[in-house]
């Protein structure tokens, strides 16, 4: 008889790890508490929007295509990927932009226009930016890292890669760029997902390579067509699925997990995989004795940002808006202080604004826009209404003043979320959006670990223990979980 594995939470992670756990031949079945599987890629649709509530940013196509792959499928099988032209705007303050275009050649001529010999120095940096980019993907991303000999692997110990660990993002871009639009461009992703530019080590430069040169995607449908195509994988090979499914409890007896507690019922399982909030499982269903990570660990971590989200259904097209927009038009410094140092809600914020129903039109009505906006912030503040509608009230204001045309009175549909809604909806630890930042002291083996180190049959994944933050890191994240459990069984 089949192994019973019990997965806690139908994210990414989980799903994947579902489908590697079926294939290998285990008895699955996955309990979520909320009614619909993908977790953070969730979407909204109300009044004729679809709206992608969570991640907006397909890249790192290949991983996508890789886990197809395992499963004897291709991507086009589930949806038809656009590679968008430009992948993405910056808007800078006086409303100057660069565009990122798909060609790389545009890119390096945008540079240039900027400061003179950058194309240069950006040619040069994104080179080194593909050799770290590949020896991760090939030696390090997959790898449990459950021990440091994980990392005392030839590849791993790389002078490339190990110089990238020893100096931070800021180094590497700043010593290169002078102008700060594009240094700020540079570092854009490592700030939206993680600390401060200069606290993240040079290896994750690695996501330039992949904005520039990979290019940035999107799935025809929206980011839940991922979803979608996970869970047709999962249930084909036999997956069971419980939503509406709250697991309050890991049950453990005699040092090994026995089961879980599922709206007051024990349900066995002989493996138990969580692939909901590590610190939320650590905290909220295991006894303090069989946790890997106390609180105090917890609240020493340093978290990705939380974000504020607004969702507008808008009653016209506004023509100057891209599918990808990142408005700099603000105190770049003074908004990331407040994120990262002060714990304050911004009043001029830096802000990311998608409107997917430029590349689609099945997510809006004919002449209509669907805008996401999002605010990254502290996740040590708390929701507060006034300074949401004083941000809504700014962004409106300059998003007036870039396009030249009225947008607040267009507004027809009308949604926001902020921390709350991630503590509530996922279970999030403080109300994280993207979990931990990759901060040198929480990378690779000195990340939370995906074994407990007391019940041998309990096990982690997701993106707060490795690989990391993002949907093809908790791809990946899934793979090496079930990789683990396999080996083990
Ligand atoms: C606003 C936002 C924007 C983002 N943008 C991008 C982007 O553009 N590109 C990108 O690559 N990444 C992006 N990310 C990050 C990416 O979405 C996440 O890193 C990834 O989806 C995490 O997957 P996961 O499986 O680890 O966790 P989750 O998606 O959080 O899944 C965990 C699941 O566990 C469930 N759960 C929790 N507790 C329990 C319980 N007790 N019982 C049962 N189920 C439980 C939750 O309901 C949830 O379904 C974004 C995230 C957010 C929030």
């Known amino acids: 008889m089949s192994k019973k594995i019990a997965i806690i939470g139908s994210g990414i992670s989980g799903l994947s790890a579902a489908c590697h756990l079926a294939k290998a031949g285990f008895d699955v079945t996955v309990y979520e508490k909320n009614n619909y599987a993908g977790g953070r890629i969730d979407k909204l649709e109300d009044s004729g929007f679809t709206f992608d509530m969570g991640p907006s940013w397909y890249w790192m196509p290949e991983v996508f295509d890789k886990f197809y792959a395992d499963f004897g499928y291709k991507t086009s099988d589930f949806y038809d990927l656009l590679k968008l032209n430009p992948g993405f705007e910056i808007v800078y303050n006086n409303n100057n932009t660069i565009p990122v275009?798909?060609?790389?050649?545009?890119?390096?001529?945008?540079?240039?226009?900027?400061?003179?010999?950058?194309?240069?120095?950006?040619?040069?940096?994104?080179?080194?930016?593909?050799?770290?980019?590949?020896?991760?993907?090939?030696?390090?991303?997959?790898?449990?890292?459950?021990?440091?000999?994980?990392?005392?692997?030839?590849?791993?110990?790389?002078?490339?890669l190990l110089s990238s660990l020893l100096y931070s993002v800021s180094h590497e871009v700043r010593k290169r760029f002078k102008h700060p639009y594009l240094r700020q461009l540079l570092e854009f992703p490592v700030i939206f997902l993680g600390s401060t530019a200069e606290k993240i080590p040079a290896l994750y430069h690695l996501m330039n390579y992949a904005a520039f040169v990979q290019g940035t995607w999107y799935p025809q449908g929206g980011m839940y067509k991922v979803t979608e195509a996970f869970e047709t994988i999962a249930k084909n090979l036999g997956v069971t699925f419980k939503f509406n499914a709250p697991v309050e409890k890991i049950v453990i007896e005699n040092n090994k997990a026995t089961g879980i507690t599922v709206n007051g019922v024990i349900e066995k399982a002989d493996c138990?995989?969580?692939?909901?909030?590590?610190?939320?499982?650590?905290?909220?269903?295991?006894?303090?004795?069989?946790?890997?990570?106390?609180?105090?660990?917890?609240?020493?971590?340093?978290f990705a940002p939380s974000s504020l989200l607004f969702y507008l259904g808008i009653n016209k097209k506004i023509n100057k808006l891209k599918h990808h927009t990142l408005?700099?038009?603000?105190?770049?410094?003074?908004?990331?202080?407040?994120?990262?140092?002060?714990?304050?809600?911004?009043?001029?914020?830096?802000?990311?604004?998608?409107?997917?129903?430029?590349?689609?039109?099945?997510?809006?009505?004919?002449?209509?826009?669907?805008?996401?906006?999002?605010?990254?912030?502290?996740?040590?503040?708390?929701?507060?209404?006034?300074?949401?509608?004083?941000?809504?009230?700014?962004?409106?204001?300059?998003?007036?003043?870039?396009?030249?045309?009225?947008?607040?009175?267009?507004?027809?549909?009308?949604?926001?979320?902020?921390?709350?809604?991630?503590k509530d909806t996922y279970n999030a630890f403080k109300g994280n959006a993207y979990g931990l930042a990759n901060t040198l002291m929480q990378t690779a083996t000195l990340k939370p670990k995906m074994?407990?180190?007391?019940?041998?049959?309990?096990?982690?994944?997701?993106?707060?223990?490795?690989?990391?933050?993002?949907?093809?890191?908790?791809?990946?994240?899934?793979?090496?979980?079930?990789?683990?459990?396999?080996?083990q069984n």
């Not at 240069?120 to 449990?144: F, N, R, T």
């Not at 969580?274 to 971590?301: C, G, I, M, Q, V």
């Not at 009505?365 to 605010?375: A, F, Q």
Request: hydrophobic share 40%.
């Open 327 to 422: 408005f700099f038009d603000a105190d770049f410094d003074s908004h990331i202080d407040k994120v990262y140092k002060t714990h304050e809600w911004p009043n001029n914020p830096l802000f990311y604004l998608s409107a997917t129903s430029k590349t689609d039109t099945s997510v809006a009505p004919e002449n209509c826009e669907n805008l996401v906006i999002l605010v990254p912030l502290s996740t040590e503040i708390e929701d507060n209404e006034s300074a949401v509608n004083a941000i809504y009230n700014n962004i409106i204001k300059r998003l007036e003043s870039y396009t030249g045309e009225a947008i607040g009175e267009h507004v027809i549909f009308k949604k926001q979320v902020a921390k709350k809604h991630f």
């Open 101 to 160: 275009w798909s060609d790389l050649n545009k890119i390096y001529d945008e540079f240039e226009a900027i400061e003179k010999g950058s194309a240069q120095q950006l040619k040069a940096y994104l080179k080194k930016a593909e050799k770290i980019y590949s020896i991760a993907m090939s030696d390090m991303v997959y790898k449990p890292f459950v021990s440091w000999t994980d990392f005392i692997d030839s590849k791993a110990l790389n002078i490339n």
């Open 272 to 302: 138990i995989l969580s692939a909901a909030d590590y610190a939320f499982t650590e905290l909220h269903l295991l006894d303090e004795k069989y946790r890997n990570y106390d609180l105090n660990y917890w609240n020493k971590k340093t």
């Open 451 to 487: 074994v407990n180190k007391k019940v041998n049959n309990l096990f982690y994944t997701g993106q707060l223990t490795v690989p990391g933050p993002g949907v093809p890191p908790s791809i990946i994240s899934g793979e090496i979980a079930a990789k683990l459990i396999n080996n």
